[in-house]
């Protein structure tokens, strides 16, 4: 499911390439161009006497006659210097990624914030022009946050936000998205899902939601969400979508409180 961790190991870059520390040009740490450590190897072999004639002709199209010591002092602080700068902008690459991995996430729950729903929605709608696939859009409402604010603490309401972030994620596929939309209002892209579907698998978020209490103090607080389905449609905006399924969602809950 698209959410916010990322997989890659820590330090790794998007393209699957290890940042390399400042070893020496042409170890596997100087992490530096073929170029680089074709220039390291050539300099020691040429330094040894064991270079083949061809390896040591030229070195970066300086013909052998003239690399003299202090040309190849040149050659060699150059490609350090490049080495370097290459270093420093697949750390600043890694740091870009951290930064907008932070500015998609939720400040409380493990889920993306509204900013990037919207982002991903926009994206799912155009998939499903393109592709004429289906896909949907449920709006959940958590029930009674109120209440269990004003009986038991915020402490208590922040929780009951996470657990119900956590079973979204924990009841959704790889391929969904789910976010955190503010407050206590919750969403999630259903992809691949026509409105049959779409309305079974709401369902059964709705009632793992009421299966997994929260347990606080001692106590086990119920908890419980309306929510509204709105099949996604080609060239729709995302705004739209959004209030329709919002709009779903209340009604949903009328109907609730009126079968009540």
């Known amino acids: 499911m698209s959410r916010i961790d990322d997989r890659r190991p820590i330090g790794m870059p998007p393209g699957g390439v290890p940042v390399g520390g400042p070893g020496p040009v042409g170890t596997a740490g100087g992490g530096g161009p073929r170029g680089v450590s074709g220039v390291g190897a050539i300099a020691s072999q040429q330094a040894a006497g064991t270079g083949s004639p061809a390896a040591t002709a030229s070195v970066m199209g300086i013909p052998e006659i003239e690399l003299t010591p202090r040309v190849r002092d040149a050659v060699m602080a150059l490609m350090r210097e490049v080495d370097h700068l290459r270093n420093e ?107 049959l579907q779409g309305r079974e698998m709401a369902d059964r978020l709705a009632s793992a939601i009421q299966h997994r209490p929260l347990h606080w103090e001692g106590q086990v607080l119920p908890l419980d969400a309306a929510y509204g389905i709105y099949p996604l449609k080609p060239g729709e905006d995302p705004g739209a979508a959004l209030a329709a399924a919002d709009q779903m969602m209340y009604s949903h809950k009328l109907a609730r409180r009126a079968g009540r």
């Open 89 to 195: 902008l697949n750390r600043t690459k890694l740091r870009l990624a951290d930064l907008e991995r932070l500015a998609d996430r939720d400040t409380l729950t493990p889920l993306y914030n509204r900013r990037a729903f919207v982002r991903e929605l926009s994206r799912a709608m155009a998939h499903v022009e393109r592709f004429s696939r289906p896909s949907c859009l449920v709006y959940f409402d958590l029930n009674g946050l109120k209440d269990i604010n004003d009986r038991h603490g915020h402490g208590a309401g922040d929780a009951a936000l996470i657990q119900v972030g956590q079973v979204l994620l924990d009841e959704t596929r790889d391929t969904d998205v789910v976010a955190r939309l503010g407050g206590d209002e919750y969403g999630v892209i259903l992809s691949e899902t026509d409105a």
